[in-house]
């Protein structure tokens, strides 16, 4: 048996996202999860902006207090559909005073429902790529967008989807986080085509946990990712179990991230549905350890020795 130890893989870098929370109840959870989060020390944590911006004062408020109460580096998720340039210049300006100096940028989704027809409003910037470019123009913002290893779903091919995003590179993208995937041959093939297209910033695989596969089933099938046969057997009839659901979802996500790992990626973006759980082992399992863990074993190394 092959008992991997990513601990011995140097460079390992984890980045967290969440989205902003409806509730206080669901603030609750999402501070619960960041406290800890947090000790892992994440090289960013992202927050999400809903629909065509419907969470922009949520999103802003829980940037502000990550700014404010951690040590962590916030970046903030932008879409530019369904508004103005005056509009989104005016949230850049707002985080830029916040403090904020990392972007998600992105076109996103209508409120009227993702992979309904997109209109570019005339007067706002038409997708990723003017976006970028618009936020390059107002500082030297680091900026990570979308990429998509099965293609954007309303891409006509792959070329284009590239195009695309070799044109976010261009005007000053620095790295691109992609949509969750479960095939990691679909994920190196797509790095291969990007690659070969002259794209050289980190492709950084976006993995999701199944806290519930059902849910996460129903969004694939509308962002166009798919769900192999083997993945939808595993959780087959365990749909009122929820202990053995999380242990094959953990199981799941492991044996994903190791596989990444043993092709050479050291970077992943979770996206924790703000929930600490999973992620938490799974970043255990990827040799990652607490401020305090790690002390802790310094001591019991040195008492061995
Ligand atoms: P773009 O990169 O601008 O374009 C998407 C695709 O549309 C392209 O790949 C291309 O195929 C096609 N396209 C665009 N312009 C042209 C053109 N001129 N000619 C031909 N084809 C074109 N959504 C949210 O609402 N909020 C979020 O916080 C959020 N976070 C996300 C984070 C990540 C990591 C990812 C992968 C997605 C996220 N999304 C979010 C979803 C995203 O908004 C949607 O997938 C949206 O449909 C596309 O946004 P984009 O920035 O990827 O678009």
């Known amino acids: 048996m092959n008992h991997r130890n990513p601990l011995k893989n140097a460079g390992i870098n984890v980045s967290f996202e969440f989205f902003p929370p409806k509730s206080e109840k669901m603030e609750e959870t999402l501070w619960r999860s960041i406290e800890r989060l947090a000790p892992l020390s994440p090289s960013f ?3 999400t902006y809903g629909a065509g911006g419907s969470t922009r004062e949520r999103t802003h408020y829980t940037i502000e207090r990550i700014l404010t109460e951690t040590s962590l580096k916030p ?12 509009e989104v210049d005016a949230v850049v300006r707002q985080y830029w005073q916040t403090g ?28 990723a790529v003017e976006l970028v470019a618009g936020l390059k123009a107002f500082a030297d913002f680091e900026i990570s967008v979308s990429a998509y290893p099965e293609k954007h779903p309303e891409s006509p091919d792959f070329a284009t989807d590239i195009d695309l995003l070799k044109r976010k590179v261009d005007n ?36 999701v946990p199944i806290h519930d596969f059902t849910k996460v089933a ?33 199981a799941v996500c492991a044996e994903q991230v190791l596989d990444l790992v043993d092709r050479g990626i050291g970077d992943f973006h979770f996206y924790t549905m703000n929930r600490a759980d999973l992620v938490y082992s799974i970043c255990h399992i990827l ?3 607490s401020g305090a ?6 001591d019991a190394a040195s008492v061995a020795a």
């Open 218 to 250: 129903r969004f694939s099938a509308a962002c166009g990712a798919t769900i192999p046969a083997w993945l939808a057997e595993r959780f087959q009839g365990l749909e009122d179990d929820e202990q053995t659901r999380s242990h094959v979802a953990a």
């Open 293 to 298: 863990e790690q002390a802790g074993e310094s």
């Open 45 to 47: 944590v992202s927050v």
């Open 172 to 207: 000053g993208a620095t790295r691109a986080i992609t949509q969750f995937f479960f095939d990691n041959d679909v994920y190196e093939r797509y790095v291969e085509r990007v690659r070969r297209a002259g794209i050289y910033i980190p492709i950084v695989p976006g993995i």
């Open 100 to 127: 904020v100096r990392h972007f998600v940028a992105l076109r996103g989704d209508s409120q009227t429902g993702v992979g309904g027809t997109y209109q570019a409003r005339p007067d706002g910037y038409r997708n």
């Open 287 to 289: 040799g990652l350890r």
């Open 75 to 86: 970046a903030a998720h932008l879409t530019c559909v369904d508004a103005s340039r005056e």
